[in-house]
């Protein structure tokens, strides 16, 4: 099976930065879009940012200008690069993919999120 970890959370005061990390670990074949998401005390989850295999992205308004996304496919690793942070963008953020990997010799699609790490942004 394949899981995701999150990890780089954290406090931090206004105007600060973050840097998150979601990597795959497992028999991982391939992985398709990767997507960062979001879920606020309250709210619904969103989706905060999704990068594709080619490296393309796309980004809620809410955090255009301020985050970036990345990819290291030799890692099976994306990341999250957060600045100018704000106290409205704390949440537990979560990582989510899809692809394919081998179990048996045999591919085996799948879809699966991590655990969610939290960031908190102090005013």
């Known amino acids: 099976q394949v899981q995701l970890v999150e990890s780089g959370g954290g406090l931090v005061q206004a105007g600060g930065s973050l840097r998150l990390s979601c990597a795959a670990s497992?028999?991982?074949?391939?992985?398709?879009?990767m997507g960062w998401y979001r879920r606020a005390p309250g709210k619904e989850r969103e989706l905060v940012a999704n990068?594709?295999?080619?490296?393309?992205?796309e980004y809620a308004d809410s955090v255009k200008g301020r985050f970036t996304a990345s990819r290291d496919n030799t890692k099976n690793t994306m990341y999250l690069q957060m600045n100018s942070l704000k106290p409205e963008d704390t949440a537990v953020y979560y990582c989510n993919t899809d692809g394919i990997y081998y179990q048996n010799d045999a591919p085996v699609v799948f879809r699966t999120w991590g655990q969610g790490t939290q960031v908190t942004v102090s005013s």
């Open positions: 497992g028999s991982v074949s391939r992985l398709n879009a």
């Open positions: 990068i594709q295999n080619d490296g393309s992205t």
